[in-house]
């Protein structure tokens, strides 16, 4: 899959059309950056996170308007030590993966069930569940020379039950330093995986836990390689190895049915999506999205700022969830308005009245907007 860095990607060639969802702004639900969105039919769940602390699971219903918060932070029975990440299962449980623990709740927030991680050197850094089954990606950071697993399987009681994706030290120690959480992904028949400075992306059966790599990514020049790193190094060294690469790697991968989402940035924070269609196998690129459809001309930039990190999308039935900060957003209204005449924007406005009806009652620090995103076929 040739997924070359690219330039500027047209809405227009990946975007039906596009919703807008105000995320409601409240004293009890300011969001920070996003590093998970989950859809169900009713509600969008989130994680709200501040630099790397994910601090609070949000809910909000498909309009926007804030629901509630799952549980809070603390030491007692009921909270959570830090949300690395959760899953929804079915339409009755919230699975919460906690530093070293494994925690249920139910979709009102009450805590069902904690259960301590039971394998020594594992804790949570992602989890998935699919089919009955839970999949834990590790955040293990042993520096044991033997061959180390990535991810494990929980049983029924959210106990370790087995161990799998075996890679050799270097591999296990680059992922526990350098992996965002954002290596799994599913849809209705498989999980999906990928970990950094691997270009595969690796289709696992939940069930059996057979796995084997589906999709290679290909940043030509750009790819990460294992022997850029010492062996022998440590944090340090191969901090200042990484950041010497002139090197692109994926931080998001996002299935949509027929459809795969990638995200990466590479050392110089430049941030970069692609669009794979796996009915046709054609990809689109870019690190910045130019609106040719509604407020036409705008761009909206892909990068981050030096050390910060890019919110997560997220499948809705399909859909693409694309939150996007009400700064941008206002930015492009004004420029379009600017350049239009008081006629074209009138008839801008009776065209497009949701969006008029949005903007007018959007600041510039309320909570972020999710897109939604009917995506078109290429």
């Known amino acids: 899959m040739d997924a070359k860095p690219g330039d500027v990607l047209n809405l227009s060639e990946f975007a039906e059309s ?18 998970e969105i989950i859809a169900t ?23 926007g308007k804030f629901v509630r918060q799952i549980s809070s ?13 959760f899953d929804v299962i079915g339409d009755s449980i919230i699975k919460m993966g906690d530093v070293l623990a494994i925690r249920s709740f139910n979709l009102e927030g009450k805590q069902l069930s904690s259960r301590m991680i039971n394998e020594k050197g594992v804790s949570t850094r992602e989890i998935i569940s699919m089919k009955g089954k839970t999949i834990l990606f590790n955040m293990s950071k042993s520096y044991s020379r033997s061959a180390e697993n990535l991810l494990y399987q929980l049983d029924e009681k959210d106990s370790v039950r087995t161990g799998f994706f ?16 954002a290596a799994l992904t599913k849809d209705d028949e498989y999980v999906y995986f990928h970990f ?11 069930e059996t836990l057979d796995y084997s790599p589906l999709y290679k990514v290909d940043y030509g020049n750009k790819n990460f390689t294992w022997d850029m790193f010492d062996e022998n190094g440590d944090k340090k060294v191969w901090s200042k190895q990484a950041d010497e690469a002139t090197k692109t790697s994926m931080t998001e991968i996002l299935s949509l049915n027929d459809y795969f989402l990638f995200a990466s940035v590479d050392n110089e924070y430049r941030g970069y999506i692609s669009l794979y269609s796996a009915k046709t196998g054609k990809v689109l690129n870019g690190n910045r999205i130019k609106d040719d459809m509604y407020f036409k001309g705008n761009i909206i930039d892909l990068s981050p700022k030096p050390g910060a990190t890019l919110n997560r999308h997220c499948n809705d039935g399909g859909d693409l969830i694309w939150p996007v900060q009400p700064s941008v957003l206002l930015k492009g209204v004004k420029a379009y308005y600017d350049v239009l005449t008081p006629e074209r924007w009138n008839l801008f406005c009776k065209k497009y009245p949701r969006l008029i009806e949005v ?3 959007l600041k510039e620090d309320d909570n972020p907007v999710l897109l939604k995103i009917k995506l078109k076929d290429f």
């Open 18 to 35: 596009i919703e807008l969802i105000p995320l409601e702004t409240t004293d009890d639900c300011l969001i920070g950056w996003m590093p």
């Open 41 to 63: 039919e009713k509600y969008y769940y989130m994680i709200s996170a501040v630099g790397y602390d994910f601090q609070k699971l949000y809910v909000f219903d498909k309009q």
């Open 73 to 85: 932070r603390g030491q007692g029975g009921g909270e959570f030590i830090e949300v690395r990440d």
């Open 166 to 181: 075996e890679v050799p030290f270097l591999a296990n120690q680059i992922s526990s330093f350098f992996c965002d959480a």
């Open 196 to 206: 950094p400075y691997d270009n595969y992306i690796y289709r696992i059966d939940a």
């Open 359 to 361: 903007f007018e009652q």
